[in-house]
């Protein structure tokens, strides 16, 4: 017998009960808010020095830097160039719609942590 392939069992429901208790008690939705306006901010001081960043949107830590491939000064032709280099420098990023840059770090990540992937990202696009 077959019942379903997503559906709940007790390890699962008490592991899930557990993430939303350490959520909680660490108060990790405040930080990623904190953490959300610090990359938007920093990404938003950026953008205004170069055009190869439209901007940044997103909800917490799931953010979405928005670039300009057809920008003066830019070196890349879609978000998978920047993906890569940002790799081969140790920050993992991911790249969607052709222009995006996506950000995703786990929700107990420090600023310290953000600014120094936000240094590659930086760099990255900045070089040319």
Do not use: Y
């Not at 939705?29 to 001081?45: F, G, K, P």
């Not at 070196?75 to 990023?93: A, Y």
Request: with cysteine; hydrophobic share 45%; aromatic share 4%.
């Amino acid at each position: 017998r077959h019942a379903t392939t997503l559906g709940g069992n007790c390890l699962s429901m008490a592991v899930s009960a557990k993430i939303f208790e350490v959520i909680e008690r660490d108060q990790l939705l405040l930080h990623a808010a904190a953490m959300e306006r610090h990359v938007i901010s920093r990404v938003n001081q950026f953008a205004a020095d170069h055009a190869e960043i439209k901007g940044v949107r997103g909800k917490g830590l799931f953010l979405g830097i928005e670039l300009d491939p057809d920008a003066d000064g830019a070196w890349f032709n879609k978000v998978g160039d920047v993906v890569n280099r940002c790799m081969s420098q140790g920050v993992l990023v991911n790249g969607t719609q052709d222009t995006i840059l996506r950000i995703a770090p786990p929700l107990t990540v420090t600023q310290d942590e953000l600014d120094e992937g936000l240094d590659v990202i930086e760099q990255v696009i900045a070089d040319s």
